[in-house]
């Protein structure tokens, strides 16, 4: 079991940044990849980034290219999203996940956190 907590979503303006962690509790996150999803309110789940076990490999959708950046840190279980000039249309409750796989399909995580609440007013 790897159990994923979220942190550092909130309330910011359109334009402004925030920064996502997600801490795990397992010694073998090394060998997971991790993502980050999210969900609007009334629409389904979607893909928004994913490294790889290493970090070597990084994936992102197209609505947030060039705007987020995902990074892990090993040696302190962590992987975060950097999220730059953010839009409203980015507002959503954003969803840590770790496959033993690579993937950027839901169906291919194992682990889910409970998810942070991103805000992004006009």
């Known amino acids: 079991q790897v159990q994923l907590v979220e942190s550092g979503g909130g309330l910011v303006q359109a334009g402004g940044s925030l920064r996502l962690s997600c801490a795990a509790s397992?010694?073998?996150?090394?060998?997971?990849?991790m993502g980050w999803f999210r969900q609007a309110p009334g629409k389904e789940r979607e893909f928004v980034a994913a490294i790889s076990w290493s970090g070597g490999r990084t994936y992102y959708a197209d609505s947030v290219k060039g705007r987020f950046t995902i990074s892990r840190d090993n040696a302190k279980n962590t992987v975060t999203l950097q999220m730059n000039s953010l839009k409203p249309e980015d507002t959503a409750v954003y969803y840590c996940?770790?496959?033993?796989?690579?993937?950027?399909?839901?169906?291919?995580?194992?682990?889910w956190g409970q998810g942070t609440q991103v805000t992004v007013s006009s």
């Open positions: 996940a770790a496959a033993r796989v690579w993937g950027t399909k839901q169906g291919e995580y194992d682990y």
């Open positions: 397992r010694r073998t996150f090394s060998r997971y990849a």
